[in-house]
């Protein structure tokens, strides 16, 4: 009996690896194919074949880290070895795969010391958001109801979404999409910089987004409206632009939840140091 519950104990902790081992399967070969487009000197650009495969690749990736981490702590499977794992994991598939992808797909028409610039700060702001969760998950200090500052996945996806939509990929056909066909290749390029350059700092910032993680009233409610949502546009969008406009959706929330406590607190301070005021006034 001892040796049979030993190799279920094993198994129990395999199973949550193994997910991480496809995650980072899905984001090294994303790397690969986008690494063949610069081999293949005769490749077209627009609508190549190759970005759409890494995009969807590093969706995948996402998937699989999704998973890794409700596996081990639905088993008790949670490791030391299990967290280094799938951090290195998430900075290569959410951190230089993206960043590969966002060199071959969407940067080719901007100055090579913008690229370098760009790639390098979403590459900073990847590793600093990833070792600030480390060290919150270490000391205990990780919230159950957000994440600080934006998870490097969910930056990951806008970036593959956003080449999802660019015109000549397959059922690139959201009006963001056309919007990029009437912008000079600079200009859209200057934008995708821009983009970022944003997620960078979203991520090495201390703004709260949603983290979904606990299966309370709230978030039932929340997961369940946006799967209404999500059904309803798959009836009239194809599925590339749902995964956009979910993203869009996530960091405008985040955003707008923020400032929106930021300017309660801001009243609520001015209500309490008013009647302070009229006091010291009497």
Not at 87 to 116: E, M, N, R
Not at 218 to 225: F, K, P, S, T
Request: charge should be positive.
């Amino acid at each position: 009996m001892k040796g049979k519950d030993r190799m279920i104990r094993q198994g129990a902790y395999l199973l949550p690896n193994l997910l991480t081992s496809f995650s980072l399967l899905c984001g090294i070969v994303a790397i690969v194919l986008c690494l063949q487009y610069l081999t293949d000197q005769n490749a077209a650009h627009a609508g190549n074949p190759l970005f759409t495969s890494a995009a969807w690749l590093i969706i995948a990736s996402m998937f699989f880290d999704f998973l890794d981490g409700k596996v081990a702590r639905l088993v008790h499977a949670e490791s030391e070895f299990g967290v280094k794992i799938d951090s290195l994991t998430d900075f290569v598939s959410f951190g230089i795969a993206p960043v590969v992808l966002a060199y071959t797909a969407l940067l080719p028409h901007v100055p090579l010391a913008v690229q370098g610039v760009v790639c390098g700060a979403y590459l900073f702001g990847g590793a600093w958001r990833l070792a600030r969760f480390n060290c919150e998950a270490a000391t205990s200090n990780a919230s159950s109801t957000h994440f600080t500052g934006l998870p490097i996945p969910a930056a990951a996806s806008f970036i593959c979404s956003l080449v999802l939509i660019t015109p000549g990929t397959e059922n690139g056909t959201f009006f963001l999409g056309h919007t990029f066909t009437m912008l000079p290749p600079t200009v859209a390029g200057a934008l995708a910089a821009l983009l970022l350059l944003v997620l960078a700092f979203l991520m090495m910032s201390r703004i709260p987004f949603p983290a979904f993680k606990k299966t309370n009233q709230r978030n039932l409610i929340l997961l369940g409206g946006l799967a209404i949502f999500i059904l309803v546009l798959m009836l009239v969008l194809p599925l590339v632009n749902i995964v956009f406009l979910i993203m869009v959706l996530y960091l405008t929330f985040g955003l707008f939840q923020y400032f929106l406590d930021r300017v309660l607190k801001l009243q609520n301070q001015a209500v309490v140091k008013a009647p302070r005021t009229k006091e010291r006034g009497r």
